[in-house]
């Protein structure tokens, strides 16, 4: 309910207090000392609680304007209740005052003509109210339609967004399926030959093999999200096959990465999301170390927690010249996910050259009951 400033409503209550008890000394013979003024300080004073109680407001108005002619608090009464689509109750209390008016007949009697026509003054008040309430809800009105067209323009820019990222989405598995069919097929065909290569090799041939294998499942699983009709495509992503980090460092040594690596902590005591970021912010860490810094030596620590899962890897300066790569946006992806759990992300030189790249993801007390319940016993 929308009301008046205080400074208008008390402008209000102070004009209708003085134009009454102006009325009531005309009854009273020009004195203030008498019931009249005292009727018109009570009606006056009571327009100021219309809001909370409006049937007795109006009932007060009525008492005064029928049995002493102040027809100023009614005037009131009958805009407020007339623009909040109370008419009847206006109607009733018109006709109210008027019959009592015309039973008690007053020194200020309502029939009696007057310069400004107080009885007019009544349907004019109705009227004005009427038209005040209907103005109202058209602006409500107006207001409601700006806001759904707002919410459906943000629902179709957003359904746009989605159906372009599911676009280029579709593309982009189109394009790295096939380019990864191709490796996963070519080193295929040479691992059957693998007894004829040297057995580092044939390990680097099975390492390429699993990991083309491995990114076309990955590519699958999202594309077959995008595309189900029934996926809950504005709620979260659908989560990737968990993964360890003692798989990806085997992996990255494999491939001729030299790692020493600190783990503490059970990683099956944290939450599945701690553990996959973690996976990621040591797979992005050990890629950007092989693409900037190759051939040194990188320091993995991982701290499980409690209270904080805690990742910190650092690469020395290189000690060859890299092979020049344009720079992707993975920390910035990476930040992204560890704000998302309540963490943050630092990377930047530490001293020498080196780069280092460190997280903290809190543990929360879901995550803790949760973990707690499923962990397997120690």
């Known amino acids: 309910m929308i009301r008046w400033p205080w400074w208008a409503e008390t402008l209000l209550v102070g004009v209708v207090c003085a134009l009454s008890v102006q009325d009531a000394t005309a009854v009273a013979d020009g004195t203030y000392a008498g019931v009249p003024v005292a009727v018109a300080l009570v009606s006056g004073l009571s327009v100021a609680l219309r809001y909370r109680w409006p049937v007795a407001v109006t009932a007060v108005a009525v008492a005064a304007a029928g049995g002493w002619g102040l027809v100023l608090p009614l005037l009131v009464a009958l805009f407020h209740l007339s623009a909040r689509g109370r008419v009847k109750e206006a109607a009733g209390a018109v006709v109210a005052a008027l019959a009592l008016n015309t039973v008690v007949e007053p020194v200020l009697n309502l029939w009696a003509p007057r310069a400004y026509g107080p009885s007019l003054l009544l349907l004019l008040a109705v009227a004005l109210g009427l038209w005040a309430g209907g103005r109202r809800r058209l602006v409500e009105s107006l207001a409601t339609q700006v806001e759904q067209l707002r919410t459906e323009r943000e629902l179709r820019e957003q359904a746009a967004r989605l159906a372009e990222r599911a676009t280029i989405a579709a593309e982009m598995h189109d394009v790295l399926a096939h380019r990864l069919s191709l490796i996963a097929l070519h080193a295929g065909v040479l691992a059957t030959r693998k007894v004829s290569l040297p057995a580092r090799v044939a390990e680097r041939l099975d390492l390429l093999r699993t990991t083309s294998t491995d990114a076309l499942a990955d590519l699958r699983d999202v594309l077959g999200a995008l595309r189900d009709p029934d996926a809950d495509v504005v709620g979260a992503p659908p989560a990737p096959a968990l993964r360890e980090v003692d798989e990806l460092i085997e992996q990255a040594r494999h491939a001729g990465q030299s790692i020493e690596v600190t783990v503490t902590g059970r990683a099956g005591r944290v939450a599945a999301a701690h553990r996959l970021a973690v996976y990621r912010l040591v797979q992005e860490a050990l890629t950007n170390a092989r ?26 300066a290189a000690t060859r010249p890299a092979t020049v790569t344009p720079s992707g946006f993975g920390l910035i992806g990476l930040r992204e996910r560890v704000e998302a759990l309540g963490g943050h992300l630092n990377a930047g030189p530490s001293g020498g050259g080196a780069w280092r790249l460190a997280a903290r993801i809190p543990h929360t007390p879901t995550d803790t009951i949760r973990t707690h319940r499923t962990a397997p016993p120690a």
């Open 291 to 316: 693409k900037h810094a190759p051939g040194t030596a990188v320091s993995v620590r991982v701290n499980y927690g409690p209270p904080a899962t805690i990742v910190e890897v650092i690469n020395p």
